[in-house]
């Protein structure tokens, strides 16, 4: 069973002047694939290391099915990992470069080895370049066969740093499809560090969103999305981002009203979401999150609207960005059809049960 265990884990570097990663504490199923993401330098690469065994924490346990690891070294440990380079040995061969970890850290007989390479890389799709040096091979390729070095192992845990970011974009979305096959296959636990968070969203299981090594939030990607604990997560998960507006609160009576930044608009909460958050918004001033997919443009009367001008029409496929300047980078995601010109007046709506609410000094998720 490879449970991983991980508590308050922390990991200084330069004497305590850089924390990398700070008081983590996360719990991953047997079988389970985690996808870690966050901004460049928020302790993805060193949370994963420490898990390997090749970095050691300041403080905190990593537990791996019921062994407590976080002092065993690396080579002891039953974990393989893949990096963004690959690092194959370029003068052995694809056969070699596989049966190499066997070899090292296992007292199994040659005919085993062999067979475990040749099923590792028939699964991997790469049965006929065995006799084949890493610099006669594609990225692609290359990746399969430092897959393949992690399968033979049959490592109780997967770990993955950015595999895939040395890859073109069809290459990778092929290659994130095989991952996901093999790891459901063998069912081994996997660890995915990736900054790209449509592959975080798409592959994961369950997300885990670091900023500053500290965790935000954790959930399946559906929930991240949909419930982000707070603005970082939203404007993190997303793609384009979640649109953020600074609005004040005026009440009057039962009645609570948002108001845009220059009197642009006022959106009226419906009497039964006035009456439900009443009592948390206490404060005159919030940031109010919508997302760009859940911005539409109104055609005839509609209440709620935001009156705003096109500065861009961006064409994405089926779909066109509107820039709009209610705020710097307001993006509404409209049909293609919709297509007003750049300088147009439009007026925009979109539903109260989209809409987000942030406290402005923290951050922190209101509704
Ligand atoms: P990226 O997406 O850019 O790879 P990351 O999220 O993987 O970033 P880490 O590489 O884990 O982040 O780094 C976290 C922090 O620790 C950063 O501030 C980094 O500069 C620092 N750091 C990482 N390794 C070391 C080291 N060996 N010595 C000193 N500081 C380090």
Request: proline share 4%.
């Amino acid at each position: 069973m490879a449970r991983v265990t991980i508590e308050s884990l922390r990991k200084e570097y330069d004497t305590g002047s850089v924390v990398a990663v700070d008081d983590l504490s996360l719990e991953i199923d047997d079988g389970e694939f985690i996808t870690v993401v966050g901004p460049s330098g928020c302790g993805k690469t060193t949370t994963l290391r420490m898990l390997a065994g090749l970095e050691r924490p300041t403080a905190g346990t990593i537990q791996i099915g019921d062994d407590d690891v976080t002092n065993v070294h690396a080579k002891n440990r039953d974990v393989a990992m893949v990096f963004q380079n690959y690092a194959l040995y370029p003068h052995k061969t694809v056969f070699e470069n596989m049966e190499f970890g066997l070899r090292m850290s296992t007292e199994m007989v040659e005919d085993e080895r062999e067979q475990r390479v040749v099923e590792a890389a028939e699964m991997m799709g790469i049965g006929d370049l065995l006799e084949d040096k890493p610099d006669e091979l594609s990225g692609g390729q290359k990746q399969r066969v430092a897959l393949g070095r992690a399968i033979v192992r049959e490592p109780d845990l997967f770990l993955f740093d950015e595999p895939l970011s040395n890859l073109d974009a069809s290459l990778r979305t092929e290659m994130r499809a095989e991952i996901q096959r093999i790891q459901n296959e063998l069912g081994i636990t996997a660890v995915y560090v990736t900054h790209d968070q449509e592959e975080a969203m798409t592959m994961g299981d369950r997300m885990v969103i670091l900023n500053h090594g500290v965790l935000q939030q954790t959930g399946p990607p559906t929930e991240v999305y949909e419930n982000p604990v707070n603005q970082f997560v939203a404007g993190f998960v997303g793609s384009p981002s979640m649109n953020f507006v600074d609005v004040d609160v005026r009440r009057d009576g039962d009645r609570i009203q948002l108001l845009g930044p220059d009197g642009r608009f006022q959106f009226d909460l419906s009497a039964t979401y006035a009456d439900q958050h009443a009592a948390s918004l206490t404060a005159d001033r919030y940031t109010l999150g919508i997302r760009p997919e859940n911005v539409s443009v109104a055609s005839g009367a509609a209440d709620n609207t935001i009156e705003g001008t096109v500065e861009v029409v961006e064409p994405v496929g089926s779909d066109n960005y509107l820039h709009i300047d209610i705020a710097p980078e307001f993006i509404a995601r409209v049909e293609s059809t919709v297509s007003p010109e750049p300088g147009e007046q439009v007026r925009l709506t979109f539903s109260e049960s989209d809409l987000h609410l942030f406290d402005s000094e923290t951050g922190a998720d209101v509704f």
